[in-house]
């Protein structure tokens, strides 16, 4: 019972995690989170494989390059959103 409760509870965290200020589903946080399990899965496949069958240097580096920028991009929305809440709130109390 207690891990049903725990397993709903990261359910909800990574749905959350994935949305934007609106509470729909973002693409950003999406492309960052699948662009740094595939980083993971990646390095973590070349530490046991031989070097003939790394992938190619320029390919890591593009996926790096797009999960950064979802990442920062996702963060910059997050941050820069909850500045324009903060003053429609305080127009309205006006």
Known sequence: MIMKKNLLSFNK????????????VSVKPVVAILGSLFLCVTMTLNSYSHADFAPSP????????????GMG??????????????????????
């Open 13 to 24: 965290w990574v749905t959350d995690l994935t949305k934007d200020e609106r509470g729909s």
């Open 73 to 94: 991009a996702d963060t910059f929305d997050k941050f820069s959103h909850k500045k324009t809440e903060k003053k429609e709130e305080s127009e309205q109390e006006i």
């Open 58 to 69: 320029e390919l890591v580096n593009a996926v790096m390059i797009i999960t950064a920028i």
